[in-house]
């Protein structure tokens, strides 16, 4: 018997503004580079295409990134991005991937679900992972769990059961925790951070649709069977909004047996405030003699330890005498915010959404 | 006899970055609101205009500038603004006006000489001192000297001889302080900042310039036989170019005789720097509860005691969680500095013009 085949599923649909100014709606955070070379998307590609290659990508977004998706991915085959009609979290979007790549392959595809905006310092530990998680996906869900290196708030976790090696059972996802419960997390060895990271066959996908998304599962059936690209798009454009809203981890995860998890270490962030933007700059080597993180036409004086961020479009940016703030710009908005404070970028979205500014938040 | 004619020049045409990113080469600070209803320029012809009348007003502005003056001061009759050919510094500026006051209403036409740019709370009480000063030009100079409230290193002083009552001789002009001596002056009393305000005949304007800038008298004599506007044009354009370029302080107050000061308080301000701006905010009344000064499309939370402008065109402002500073927006610069080192937007400004960035200068 021949190997299984193997996809990677990029999941870039996702909204955001936690990096506000620069993420926006139609400018998600996978869009942008954050002193990088290239987009998180595009690096999220490349990360996984020694393993892949381009035709076993597929990537799954919104009809309002599509173009600015299919920009950073020139050598995407057209066929393989997929477009939902409109949201339906991450279930959803695994579900119509998954089927895809059953009507390609077959059920015992096997599938490497990835997030598209995260950051990785080290690639070859990584993709070393990922192989290890594919071999294991046969039957079982197995998923990635980053050794936390500190007490997060903002993540949910993964608790281990009992056992020892590379790959163990998971005992449980669990919510995102209060501080004290993070830190006894962290003490106890025994949590990992859920990066959102899922490996499993199409099969398995199916199966878990049929017992707890039923909707889906229609959907997928008939997705599955599709022969041509142009049938999908068009039982897609019919089917999908039918389909559960719900995310993979509540639809699916904290539901499912037999899952495992790879405790892994290989610098992840899931940049989710411009103080991770200044985390992901160490390895990047984008940071200055004083620690700042320039990004883009900026002017520091007499400054240490700041994000500096002026986007295309925006206007020169200079800082002078001040230390550990956050200053991103764009052509339409600027924030200034202490580092420590980053998640508080809250506070500007929701005043804006209340206040019905709405072109400063697509 | 007749009341002798009077005439307001006010000085117009100055460059001034110390407001950057607002203020630049085409858009000094001049033009600019700061928050009050209407430009600086605008201001100061307002201020006095129940003295004056737009037909006693006029203003000397540099060509880059002179269509946003016109828009500034349509009331203005077009013949009273004279543009400089070139910059030659405010000796040039204010004999020009002098001899066109001089075609006009001949020598014994009293001139009040006003910086464009500088801010007065207390109108009235400014009014009442220049009404005072143009009383007492028919024969000396006059100027208003500011009573210091703090020991500033930015501002020339000038030394008061002895003598009681609204008006005493002047000692000396002295140049900018340093810290210790400025604090030496403070106490003793007996200096008052020269706000460049001055107050003379346009025939003793003659007189000066006849001892001490031979050239621009020759242009001066010239210009106050001309009988057309076309022909006062003319000679201007062909003989500034040969006047001397140097300021009203070294080319003639700080050599001539029989100088009078009157030592004032009515709230006055150069607004040389952002943090001047803050002060400014007070008598405006545009400070929030926490001790902001906001000006413009910007948005402040958890935030006190920081000054946040952003200009027409400048993308939308968001400052969370800092306190001191100063945040300056328009279309094409930010600046972030704290409100205590407002001045060092020099150290940006001469980065900018030692990189050729003109474009963020002009």
Chains 1, 2 share one sequence.
């Not at 999941?11 to 580079?33: I, M, N």
């Not at 597929?58 to 991915?73: G, H, P, Y």
Request: charged share 25%; glycine share 10%.
């Amino acid at each position: 018997m021949a190997a299984p085949d193997r996809y990677a599923v990029i999941l870039a649909g996702g909204g955001g503004t936690r990096l506000w100014p620069s993420s926006r709606r139609t400018r998600p955070k996978q869009l942008l580079k954050l002193g990088g070379p290239e987009s998180l998307l595009a690096a999220t590609a490349r990360r996984v295409l020694p393993i892949f290659g381009w035709a076993r990508i597929l990537v799954v977004t919104a009809r309002d990134q599509e173009q600015a998706v299919r920009r950073e991915l020139r050598e995407l085959p057209r066929d393989n991005l997929v477009v939902e009609p409109e949201p339906r979290n991450t279930a959803g979007a695994i579900g119509i991937a998954a089927a895809l790549a059953a009507a390609r392959g077959g059920v015992g595809t096997r599938l490497a679900i990835l997030p598209a905006d995260h950051d990785i310092a080290d690639e070859r530990g990584f993709r070393k992972t990922v192989r290890l998680a594919l071999e294991h996906a046969g039957g079982a869900i197995v998923t990635i769990g980053i050794r936390p290196s500190s007490p997060e708030t903002g993540y949910g976790y993964i608790r281990l059961a009992a056992g020892r090696g590379p790959i163990v059972n998971v005992a449980a996802f669990v919510e995102k925790p209060d501080q004290r419960t993070a830190i006894r997390y962290l003490r106890s060895g025994r949590y990992v951070w859920n990066a959102g990271m899922f490996f499993l066959t199409a099969g398995r996908m199916l199966d878990e649709a049929a017992q707890h998304l039923p909707r889906l599962h229609g959907l997928m059936q008939r997705l599955a069977a599709s022969r041509r690209a142009a049938d999908f798009r068009r039982l897609l454009s019919r089917g999908y909004r039918e389909v559960e809203a719900i995310s993979i981890d509540y639809g699916v995860m904290e539901k499912a047996d037999d899952l495992l998890v790879i405790p892994a270490s290989f610098g992840w962030s899931d940049l989710g405030s411009w103080s991770a933007v200044a985390e992901r700059a160490r390895h990047l080597r984008i940071r200055d003699g004083a620690g700042n993180v320039t990004v883009g036409d900026v002017l520091l004086a007499d400054a240490a330890e700041n994000v500096v961020v002026a986007d295309p479009g925006a206007p020169f940016v200079a800082v002078v005498g001040v230390r550990d703030l956050v200053v991103a710009a764009t052509a339409d908005g600027v924030l200034v915010i202490p580092r420590r404070r980053a998640q508080d970028v809250r506070l500007v979205v929701d005043a804006l959404k209340a206040a019905g500014r709405r072109k400063l938040l697509d």
